[in-house]
């Protein structure tokens, strides 16, 4: 309705209001009438605004449509950050890893500091890729900065080292871990029943196990694999 009676009549809101509404759209799926909602924008001087511009750019990324998100980042007269990383998910997310590795190498010759969603994401691009020398520059990169201790950039500094077949640099990162959460646990466990170390996995679990953790559904999954590739009958037992 809303969507509706806003494209058939030019009605001068306040930003907000289409921000709340494309959050809908969002929320909803419904990027036809996102688009329908974008016209409207460029219809009543809207478009101009940079809330509503970053929210374009991460709605177009959720749809898939890579093209518009990069059309609507490049018109945006000030870039932060947060629209940097949001269009290199975007890319990452969609498949696109070369062009994530592009996203982030402009970012840094643009001067803007990537924060620790940036760094998780280039290192899943990474691992996608499978470049762990461009793994270890970003790695570097992370060890100067504020987000060494990051849980989910530690995260993905495992599954790119275990995933290059580094599995004893990954063993040490979450050994250097401060804390040591459920997300930190799955991804050293899957790494281990991924790479072939059943026995390890199995033992992983069961400290994860005595250290109070509750095992959720990826790491029953992981578990069950390294059961699964396991050939120490005792070890399963």
Not at 3 to 8: A, G, N, T, Y
Not at 129 to 153: E, N, T
Not at 155 to 168: F, N, V, Y
Request: glycine share 6%.
């Amino acid at each position: 309705m809303v969507l509706s009676i806003s494209h058939s009549h030019p009605i001068q809101f306040h930003h907000h209001p289409y921000v709340k509404i494309l959050n809908l759209c969002m929320d909803k799926r419904a990027y036809h009438q996102a688009r329908m909602v974008h016209e409207h924008l460029n219809a009543n001087g809207f478009y101009s605004n940079l809330h509503i511009k970053m929210k374009l750019v991460i709605l177009y990324c959720k749809a898939g449509d890579m093209k518009s998100a990069r059309e609507v980042f490049d018109e945006m007269r000030e870039r932060s950050v947060v629209s940097w990383t949001a269009l290199l998910f975007g890319y990452a997310r969609n498949g696109y890893a070369e062009e994530a590795a592009k996203m982030f190498l402009g970012m840094r010759r643009a001067g803007v500091n990537a924060n620790q969603f940036t760094y998780a994401s280039t290192l899943s691009v990474c691992t996608s890729l499978m470049a762990l020398r461009y793994g270890l520059q970003i790695q570097g990169c992370i060890h100067k900065s504020w987000f060494v201790d990051h849980s989910f950039v530690q995260c993905a500094l495992i599954e790119l080292h275990s995933k290059c077949g580094k599995m004893e640099n990954a063993c040490n990162i979450f050994g250097m871990m401060l804390i040591e959460d459920l997300v930190s646990w799955n991804s050293m466990i899957g790494a281990l029943a991924i790479r072939g170390s059943s026995n390890d996995a199995i033992v992983m679990f069961r400290l994860m196990f005595g250290d109070g953790m509750t095992p959720d559904r990826f790491t029953l999954a992981s578990v069950l694999m390294a059961y699964a590739r396991s050939k120490n009958l005792s070890t399963v037992m």
